[in-house]
Structures are given as structure tokens and as C-alpha cells.
């Protein structure tokens, strides 16, 4: 999984989590998966690069995936793996669809990390699962495109009627804007529902910042350059 020539060793090449520890994407394993780097991460990440009419997260879009699952489902296995389907992107990023087409070694590390967290969270394996959140997900995706894109592109669908037992949709259809503070407890509160263990609600503008120390003996901060 780790290209070659790449070194896993150099600390300018791995990445430091919620919780200061240090880990290589390419070698994640999901014992060092944090469920508080989902919110934390998903919340400050704009949806469409940012080409949108006001900020929408990832969060935000996250729960707004879950509800239209809960609709349908109700509370079960199918809507918390809505709710998780984009926990990758805290790690790698909110990379648009017509980019990441173009980006094969990228798919295949995302793939090694979306498989880390699906082990960490024992999120259900069954392809069919996967296959109605992507179906929620884009439900999701012409949902914001009637609100949030700069213009009436000819792809865009009409809302499945769905959409009114969403709260996030309706905000969205109301013009409502959910900055990452917001966002950040919204979805630390539905991961709650779902049982998850977060270590605190604060939200990311209230973190104190503090040194960063590798917890992994093999691996030293950069310091300065």
C-alpha cells in the first residue's frame, strides 16, 4: 500500500490527530482510528470546493445522509453507516468527484482507510448496506445542488419528496447556514445516538491548541525548517 520511495518515517509525511497521535495513511490501521477526529475534521470541511453560495460542511452533509436513511430505515445499521460514510474525508480530505477520477493511487489509499474505519467502528460489511447509503448519498447530492450551487446546471435532478423528513434539508431549502461550531455539535450529538463514545462537545473554535508530541517513539516532530 506504501508507495514507493515513500518514507512512512518522516514526520512531514504522516499526519497528527485529535488525540497527538501521528499516523501514515498509507499504513492506518484501525486501532488508531479516533472517532473525534470525525466531527472535529468534518465540520471545518466545505462541500464542492467551496464553490457554493454559503459554507456547507461535510458534517452537515454527513447527517443530512443519515436522516433520509432514518426516513426510510429508521434508526439501525443502515443509517449509522450513512452517517459514517464520509468519516474517510476527515483524513484525506473532501477530494471532488471529477478529481478524484483522475487520481488512481488516491482511490486506493482511500479505500485502505474507509476499510480501517469500517473495522474500528464495526460498521456492517454487506455491499447492499453500502449500496443504499450511496443511494441516500446522492438523494443528499440533488438535495444541495437545488440550494447551495452557484448555478442551475442541466444535471440537476428535482428533490425526491424524501427530502421533508429532513431537518438538514429543510434548513437548507430555508437558506439556513450552519457554521463549523454548529456543525461540529450537530453531528457529535447524532454520533451519540448511535453509541458512539466522544471524549467532549467542544467545538473546534474552543480547542486550546497545544504542542504536538508524537506518542510513537519511532517517529520525531519536524521542529523547525
Not at 518514507?7 to 501514515?24: F, G, K, L
Not at 438535495?143 to 429532513?166: F, M, Q, R, T
Request: include cysteine; hydrophobic fraction near 35%.
Amino acid at each position: 500500500m506504501v508507495p514507493e520511495g515513500f518514507d512512512t518515517s518522516n514526520p512531514m509525511n504522516r499526519h497528527v490527530t485529535t488525540d497527538e497521535r501521528s499516523i501514515c495513511f498509507a499504513e492506518m490501521t484501525p486501532e488508531e482510528f479516533c472517532i473525534d477526529d470525525v466531527p472535529h475534521a468534518l465540520s471545518k470541511i466545505c462541500r464542492y470546493n467551496g464553490l457554493i453560495n454559503r459554507f456547507y460542511s461535510v458534517a452537515q452533509h454527513s447527517v443530512l445522509v443519515c436522516e433520509l436513511a432514518e426516513a426510510t430505515y429508521g434508526k439501525g445499521r443502515i443509517s449509522e453507516a450513512a452517517l459514517m460514510h464520509d468519516a474517510v474525508e476527515a483524513y484525506l480530505g473532501d477530494i471532488s468527484r471529477p478529481f478524484k477520477a483522475l487520481l488512481p493511487d488516491y482511490m486506493r489509499i482511500e479505500q485502505h482507510v474507509e476499510n480501517a474505519i469500517k473495522t474500528a467502528c464495526d460498521l456492517p460489511p454487506d455491499p447492499a448496506v453500502w449500496k443504499e447509503v450511496k443511494r441516500f448519498d446522492v438523494m443528499a447530492l440533488f438535495i444541495e445542488a437545488n440550494h447551495v450551487l452557484l448555478y442551475d446546471y442541466s444535471w440537476i435532478k428535482p428533490k425526491d419528496p424524501l427530502w421533508k423528513k429532513s431537518q438538514q434539508a429543510h434548513k437548507l431549502a430555508e437558506g439556513f447556514e450552519m457554521l463549523p461550531d454548529e456543525a461540529h455539535r450537530l453531528m457529535v450529538n447524532k454520533l451519540r445516538d448511535y453509541g458512539y463514545d466522544l471524549k467532549d462537545v467542544a467545538s473546534p473554535g474552543q480547542r486550546r491548541r497545544k504542542p504536538v508530541i508524537s506518542h510513537d517513539p519511532r517517529h520525531t516532530n519536524p521542529g523547525l525548517m
